[in-house]
């Protein structure tokens, strides 16, 4: 196992399961602070601030500053703002996305957008989605945070992401571009904020088709972990195999200090 | 011109456009009256009750009753409560669906549902979704109302009822069975009501991809009118044509009393 100087860590099913931690994954991020390995914890969750986030991992004993966090929306946002700084959005998501758009100082419109930026949205409306269709059509490029089609919560799996944008694409004809897992854009996005380089950052996540797709799509190095939905039986039937697949983190064995 | 005895007649771009009457479906309609021709409108719309719809088309001078007015929501609950009568239903829709769900002596459910019916909902919430994406991956069967993806309105095209409808079908990977236009379903719910045979019957409408597709695919003569969608541009590039197609109502010719 190589020693690599940058970690980008996906979050459920790989650091936590819904609300049960997974204590392999704490002792593994404890064990990259110690080593002072630079680590950013990588999540197509849309909906929340990343001090939100950070909280909840706090609260879960995972060593973790809201700087540890590079959701979907931050990458969605960056990447609208290196095209077209300062560009008018019409934004369709929950406070994550819009305190991204907000924070990359882009401004917030309800017609003549030059961006429809979608997440998932709880408190969808028909009129939210009208204004994202009629500036589509008006010329606005269409942004996407993520592709996810469910979401699963212990309800069992609900609209995702994904089925929701499919509102948009479909009405209009025209296909969002995606920026989350497992596209390369929010990876290339995140080493910029980690600031290593593709050959000495690793992917860690227990997804194969969102996590270790996206670390393939970049071209940097993976871990699949099995803790999550990617099971040892699922990768037996896959081609393009992940870097590294391990049961759980605890098996990591880092390189001398 | 064949000497039809029955009249299936699309609403929208055939009899009026948005807010504006088209005269010659007018004196159409009063000449079908005074020569006793049965006849039945048949709309894609899911949102309205047929007596809302009778309504407008009595303020416009056409001569009509609610059972004049054929909606794709009563084709819908029709359909489900001739395979499973009284059936658990989980309607998403508006008005017109939920009162022709009811009218069917279907029993309205949060969980549990044999059949997820949705519609046009301009109401439409995340919770709402969520129900139906539940039901479906629980074992209930989807119908939807009608696939059109975009609604024409003063503001432009807004989300039609299969853009909503895809949000469903995305998440759960389930497509829906859909009844409306262009599927024969709607044609030949409507010909039991009209009491006509195939044979004697003609569909009346302005859109090739939904009025003329039904009749062709319900196998009934159809007459496209060039007041709506269709253009005679658009007819030359399609190979399959309607068995007649004139520019507007005027020009049919009605055979001897």
């Given amino acids: 196992m190589k020693n690599y100087k940058g970690f980008l860590i996906d979050l459920d099913g790989t650091v936590y399961r819904g609300t049960e931690k997974i204590e392999e994954a704490i002792t593994f991020v404890k064990e990259l602070e110690r080593r002072n390995l630079p680590y950013l914890f990588l999540t197509n969750n849309s909906t929340k601030h990343p001090s939100k986030v950070s909280e909840t991992l706090e609260d879960m004993g995972v060593p973790s500053t809201p700087e540890h966090v590079f959701t979907t929306s931050m990458a969605t946002a960056k990447y609208v703002s290196e095209r077209h700084p300062g560009a008018n959005v019409y934004p369709i998501g929950e406070e994550g996305l819009i305190t991204a758009i907000e924070d990359e100082g882009l401004n917030i419109v309800e017609t003549g957008a030059d961006f429809v930026v979608m997440g998932l949205d ?132 880092f390189g001398q200090d």
Wanted: a negative charge.
């Fill in 122 to 253: 709880r408190a969808i409306t028909y009129e939210k989605l009208a204004g994202g269709a009629l500036n589509i059509r008006n010329g606005a490029s269409f942004i996407a945070t993520n592709g996810d089609v469910a979401l699963p919560t212990e309800r069992g799996f609900l609209p995702g992401a994904g089925s929701l944008i499919s509102v948009l694409s479909v009405t209009t004809g025209v296909n969002p571009k995606f920026i989350g897992k497992p596209e390369s854009i929010i990876v290339e996005q995140a080493l910029e904020v980690l600031g290593t380089s593709k050959e000495d950052t690793l992917m860690v996540g227990d997804n194969y088709h969102t996590d270790i797709l996206a670390g393939l799509n970049a071209g940097i190095d993976s871990l699949l972990v099995h803790t999550g939905v990617t099971t040892k039986e699922h990768l037996k039937a896959i081609d393009v195999k992940p870097t590294y697949s391990i049961e759980t983190l605890a098996e990591w064995v």
